[in-house]
C-alpha cells in the first residue's frame, strides 16, 4: 500500500520555501494526518517510453547528467547536480564522445568513478527533456532561463490554453506517443510525530516574518517555509499544531496501555526553555516535556522506550512545583505564550510555547495532572521545627492541617482547608499560617520552620487547588475555574485564603 494512501490530507497550499543558502523557490504544501510534503514542480513523461536524451557529440553537446538515484554515494556528496555536463571519466575526455560511447566508458570504469563536470548549481528541471539536435554547444554556469544552461539550442515550453501544465515543442525528437508534464513532485517529507515548529530564529527570541519551520524527531528540517500573508502563515500553524497534537494523543493512548494506573501520560510535547546564563549565545533550546504519573519529565528528545524515562534531563514531583502561566507584563523578551515552572528548590524554569493553542493545552495538562496525583496520594507529611522541637506537619486531602509531634505522635492542633484564612513566608524556611478557630472567630497564628519551604507551599497549593477543583463536576472541561481557583491559592510569599 502507498505510504500516502493511509494519509488524511487536511491541507493544500502553495509557500516559497529557503532552503540553505538558495534563493526562496516556490513549493506547494500537503498536509496530512501524520505527515507534511513539501512538493516543487517537476517535468516528467506520463506515457510513452520516456527519451532522456543525456547529449553527446551526436547533438554536438558534452552528455548531461539526466538522473541521480536517491541515496546513493553521487547524491549524498552533493556535488553532482541533474544538467552536469560530464568532460571527463577517470581522466579520459569524454566531451566529444557519442552518448553511447559515453555509457560504455562509464559501464567499464569500475566500482571507483571520478567525475569531472561541468559544475551547475541548481539546474532546471527541464534539463531532462529531449534537446535539439541542431544547438551549438555553449558551456555556463547559469542555472535559470528558457534554455538549457549547457547551450542555447532554442527549446522553450509551451502550455496548451486550456492550462493543463501540458508541454510542448517544435523541437521535439522524432519519438511517438511521448507526452510530458509539468507536475508537482516529493521534496520532502516530514513525518509529525513528535515534530516541532517554530516561527523564531533558531536560539533567540526573534520572530521570523510569515515563516515557520518544520523539524522532524529524526532532525530533518523543512527549510523556511515562507507563507503569502500573516492570516495564511497562521492557518498553516494551527492545522500542523493540530495534526501534531492528534497524533501524540494517539501515541499517548497507545503507550498507557503499558503503564499502570499510577503512571499514566497526561501530556508530551515540545517546546523552549530558556537558558539561565544570559551570556549564552543561544537564549532558547529545545526541550521535551512529559507529564506522567507523580512526575514532570525534562527531556532533550521524546522518551520512545520504557529505558528512555531513566534518563530524563531532570524530574519534578508534579505536586511539589508550581505553574504561572505569565502575562504580557511578566514576559522577558519578544516571545508570546510563555509559562514557568519553579522547582521544589526555588529553582525558576522558564518556557515558550508557540500558539496561545499549545499553552492553553499546558494548563489543562499540568491542572489535570496535579489533581490526578492528589487524589491519588491523599496526604503528604513534612518535618518542621517549632520552637526547637522536631514536629511533623501532614496536609491532608480529607481532614485539613495536622500539625504532631515527630517523637510522641501526639497531635497538637488540626484545622479544615476553609479555616485557613491566610499565610505568610519569609522565602527561606519559615511559614506564617492564620487560620479561624471555628468557636471564638478569633484568628490564630501558628509559625513552622522547615527545610524545603517551596516544596511545601507547592504542596498547599496543589492540594488547595485539587480541593476546589472537586467542587466543580465539570473540571477538566473547564480550566477556567481551576485556574482562577489555584492562582488564589498561593504564590510565593503565599497567602492562602478560602
Not at 102 to 128: D, H, I
Not at 318 to 335: A, G, H, N, Q
Not at 401 to 415: G, H, N, Q, V
Not at 436 to 441: E, F, L
Request: net charge negative; with cysteine.
Amino acid at each position: 500500500m502507498d505510504f500516502r494512501t493511509a494519509c488524511e490530507e487536511t491541507k493544500t497550499g502553495i509557500c516559497l520555501l529557503q532552503d540553505g543558502n538558495q534563493e526562496p523557490f516556490k513549493v506547494r504544501l500537503h498536509l496530512a494526518k501524520d505527515i507534511l510534503m513539501i512538493q516543487e514542480q517537476d517535468v516528467i513523461c506520463v506515457s510513452g517510453e520516456p527519451f532522456y536524451s543525456g547529449g553527446g557529440a551526436e547533438h554536438n553537446i558534452p552528455v548531461v547528467v539526466s538522473k541521480i538515484s536517491k541515496e546513493q554515494r553521487a547524491e549524498l556528496s552533493g556535488l553532482l547536480f541533474i544538467g552536469d555536463a560530464i568532460l571527463q571519466i577517470n581522466g579520459i575526455n569524454v566531451r566529444k564522445c557519442r552518448h553511447e560511447e559515453v555509457v560504455q566508458v562509464l559501464r567499464n570504469a569500475g566500482e571507483e568513478v571520478t567525475l569531472t563536470v561541468s559544475f551547475l548549481k541548481r539546474a532546471p528541471a527541464f534539463l531532462k527533456l529531449p534537446l535539439n539536435e541542431d544547438c551549438a554547444c555553449a558551456p555556463s554556469d547559469q542555472s535559470s532561463g528558457t534554455s538549457s544552461p549547457l547551450c542555447d539550442s532554442g527549446l522553450h515550453l509551451n502550455y496548451h490554453p486550456n492550462n493543463t501544465d501540458t508541454l510542448s515543442c517544435s523541437s521535439w525528437p522524432t519519438s511517438p506517443g511521448l507526452r510530458w508534464e509539468k507536475r508537482w513532485c516529493d521534496l520532502r517529507l516530514i513525518p509529525l510525530l513528535h515534530s516541532r515548529f517554530s516561527q523564531y530564529v533558531p536560539g533567540t527570541d526573534l520572530s521570523r516574518q510569515n515563516a515557520f519551520q518544520v523539524i522532524a524527531v529524526d532532525g530533518v528540517c523543512s527549510g523556511i517555509i515562507q507563507s503569502l500573508s500573516a492570516e495564511d502563515c497562521v492557518d498553516w500553524l494551527q492545522a500542523i499544531a493540530t495534526n501534531i497534537s492528534n497524533l501524540t494523543k494517539h501515541n499517548i493512548k497507545k503507550i498507557n496501555r503499558n503503564f499502570p494506573v499510577n503512571q499514566q501520560i497526561v501530556y508530551m510535547g515540545w517546546c523552549e526553555a530558556r537558558e539561565q546564563d544570559p551570556l549564552q549565545d543561544r537564549v532558547y533550546s529545545p526541550t521535551f516535556l512529559a507529564l506522567r504519573g507523580s512526575c514532570l519529565y525534562k527531556f532533550l528528545a521524546p522518551p520512545v522506550t520504557t529505558w528512555d524515562w531513566t534518563r530524563a534531563e531532570k524530574t519534578f514531583s508534579v505536586y511539589e512545583i508550581m505553574c504561572k502561566i505569565l502575562k504580557d507584563s511578566d514576559l522577558l523578551d519578544r516571545r508570546k505564550h510563555c509559562f514557568t515552572v519553579q522547582s521544589e528548590s526555588g529553582e525558576d524554569l522558564y518556557f515558550s510555547v508557540e500558539l496561545e493553542s499549545d499553552l492553553a493545552q499546558w494548563e489543562r495538562a499540568f491542572q489535570t495532572a496535579t489533581f490526578l496525583e492528589v487524589e491519588r496520594i491523599q496526604c503528604k507529611t513534612y518535618a518542621c521545627v517549632l520552637e526547637s522541637h522536631l514536629m511533623g506537619l501532614t496536609i491532608d486531602f480529607s481532614t485539613g492541617f495536622i500539625c504532631f509531634d515527630a517523637a510522641t505522635k501526639a497531635i497538637l492542633w488540626r484545622y479544615k482547608f476553609s479555616q485557613l484564612k491566610g499565610s505568610s513566608d519569609d522565602g527561606k524556611s519559615k511559614i506564617k499560617f492564620l487560620f479561624q478557630n471555628p468557636d471564638t472567630k478569633q484568628i490564630e497564628a501558628k509559625e513552622l520552620e522547615f527545610s524545603n519551604l517551596f516544596a511545601v507551599l507547592h504542596c498547599i497549593h496543589s492540594f488547595f487547588a485539587a480541593k476546589v477543583a472537586c467542587l466543580d463536576p465539570l473540571f477538566l472541561g473547564n480550566q477556567a475555574t481551576v485556574s482562577a481557583a489555584a492562582s488564589s491559592a498561593t504564590t510565593s510569599k503565599a497567602k492562602y485564603t478560602t
